[in-house]
């Protein structure tokens, strides 16, 4: 059974960082690429950054570039986002996506249950 | 960017009636169209890759159709279960995504 279990969210004051993570398991984790994707609270969801299944090829949304650094460790089964320079408009729930083995353009077919991270004073 | 919009915000349906979710591009994302249903509390679940193909286990009361720039998503005969918000996605400039604003499905 494929399993994603985010953790690392929590409370954070604004310009603070934090580190998200995400444990893969019931598949070939590092044949697969992936994405974090997150929801403001009461909000729709948005696409925030990719990962090639080797960690080469790397995209970030606009709204996060430069701020938020993806990466993986398929020695570990393990999707990371380092998060730098928070904002209030940060604030969401995190899921961590698979990417389908569909080409081109795969949806997201797994998701984990999420990771809250709440940027606030 | 490519912008999706759905609609209506919000569907009022009886269980046991056929529901009809729109999601209209504001250019054309080709096939490369994904459907997604959400409950309160939980991740996304994807039904509908490729505008028309369900993804697995899915029940066969779910369907997509359309091409280029107007999708549709349909439920046959609504279950309790499929009360929901339901997203669409596009991938047209993968790898990034973007996603509909979402479609409240509510009991009436």
Same mark, same amino acid.
């Given at each position: 059974? =494929?399993?994603? @279990?985010?953790?690392?969210?929590?409370?954070?004051?604004?310009?603070?960082?934090?580190?998200?993570?995400?444990?893969?398991?019931?598949?070939?984790? #590092?044949?697969?690429?992936?994405?974090? @994707?997150?929801?403001?609270?009461?909000?729709?969801?948005?696409?925030?950054?990719?990962?090639?299944?080797?960690?080469?090829?790397?995209?970030?949304?606009? #709204?996060?570039?430069?701020?938020?650094?993806?990466?993986?460790?398929?020695?570990?089964?393990?999707?990371?986002?380092?998060?730098? #320079?928070?904002?209030?408009?940060?604030?969401?729930?995190?899921?961590?996506?698979?990417?389908?083995? @569909? +080409?081109?353009?795969?949806?997201?077919?797994?998701?984990?249950?999420?990771?809250? +991270?709440? =940027?606030?004073? | 960017?490519?912008?999706?919009?759905?609609?209506?915000?919000?569907?009022?349906?009886?269980?046991?009636?056929?529901?009809?979710?729109? &999601?209209?591009?504001?250019?054309?994302?080709?096939?490369?169209?994904?459907?997604?249903?959400?409950?309160?509390?939980?991740?996304?679940?994807?039904?509908?890759?490729?505008?028309?193909?369900?993804?697995?286990?899915?029940?066969?009361?779910?369907?997509?159709?359309?091409?280029?720039?107007?999708?549709?998503?349909?439920?046959?005969?609504?279950?309790?279960?499929?009360?929901?918000?339901?997203? &669409?996605?596009?991938?047209?400039?993968?790898?990034?995504?973007?996603?509909?604003?979402?479609?409240?499905?509510?009991?009436?």
């Amino acid at each position: 059974e =494929v399993q994603l @279990v985010e953790s690392g969210g929590g409370l954070v004051q604004p310009g603070g960082s934090l580190r998200l993570s995400c444990a893969a398991s019931g598949f070939t984790f #590092s044949s697969y690429e992936m994405n974090w @994707v997150r929801q403001a609270p009461g909000k729709g969801l948005e696409w925030v950054s990719y990962i090639s299944s080797s960690g080469s090829t790397i995209y970030y949304a606009d #709204s996060v570039k430069g701020r938020f650094t993806i990466s993986r460790d398929n020695a570990k089964n393990s999707l990371y986002l380092q998060m730098n #320079s928070l904002r209030a408009e940060d604030t969401a729930v995190y899921y961590c996506a698979r990417d389908g083995v @569909v +080409v081109p353009a795969a949806p997201f077919d797994y998701w984990g249950q999420g990771t809250l +991270v709440t =940027v606030s004073s | 960017e490519i912008v999706l919009t759905q609609s209506p915000a919000t569907l009022s349906l009886s269980p046991g009636e056929r529901a009809t979710l729109s &999601c209209r591009a504001s250019q054309s994302v080709s096939s490369y169209l994904a459907w997604y249903q959400q409950k309160p509390g939980q991740a996304p679940r994807l039904l509908i890759y490729d505008a028309s193909n369900r993804a697995t286990g899915i029940p066969a009361r779910f369907s997509g159709s359309g091409s280029g720039t107007d999708f549709t998503l349909t439920i046959s005969s609504l279950e309790p279960e499929d009360f929901a918000v339901y997203y &669409c996605q596009q991938r047209s400039n993968w790898p990034g995504a973007t996603f509909g604003q979402g479609t409240r499905l509510e009991i009436k």
